[in-house]
């Protein structure tokens, strides 16, 4: 799967990781008219500290994902054995990145000792 960053058009309406990274997501060409979108579980950071931490990571960021991976999981996988109902579907894989399960709409960020982090991933 190859990864894909949002473009600049999304990020200027705030479609950032908590680090103010694009968002991003993992796509892979199927054969059939079928998708599977899997997003990348990640539980919630609770406090500004925990998320200041978070950003420097790749459960808040997108910085230092590689730009190809094989298939997360099973409902990714291409291969028939592994998942005979979908593996020709094309597959998009999300990789967590914002620490409130794509629910936040912040519109500006928060400034955590000295460094901003921004609570909108539900712009993603």
Do not use: H
């Given at each position: 799967?190859?990864?894909?960053k949002?473009t600049?058009a999304a990020?200027?309406?705030?479609?950032?990781c908590?680090?103010?990274s694009p968002?991003g997501?993992y796509?892979?060409?199927?054969a059939?008219?079928k998708?599977?979108?899997?997003f990348?579980?990640?539980?919630?950071?609770y406090?500004?500290?925990?998320?200041?931490d978070?950003?420097?990571?790749?459960?808040?960021?997108?910085n230092?994902?590689?730009?190809?991976?094989g298939a997360?999981?099973?409902?990714?996988?291409?291969?028939t054995?592994?998942?005979?109902d979908?593996?020709?579907s094309?597959?998009?894989f999300?990789?967590?990145?914002?620490?409130?399960?794509?629910s936040?709409d912040?519109a500006?960020?928060?400034?955590?000792?000295?460094?901003?982090?921004?609570?909108c991933?539900?712009?993603?």
């Open positions: 799967m190859t990864l894909v949002l600049q990020q200027s309406r705030g479609a950032v908590l680090d103010g968002g997501y796509f892979r060409q199927g059939s008219d998708f599977v979108i899997n990348q579980g990640g539980g919630w950071c406090n500004e500290r925990e998320c200041l978070r950003s420097k990571t790749n459960l808040g960021s997108t230092n994902l590689p730009a190809t991976i997360p999981s099973a409902a990714c996988s291409s291969d054995n592994v998942n005979p979908f593996y020709d094309t597959m998009v999300v990789p967590y990145c914002d620490g409130a399960s794509y936040g912040n500006s960020p928060s400034n955590v000792g000295g460094t901003n982090i921004y609570f991933g539900g712009r993603i």
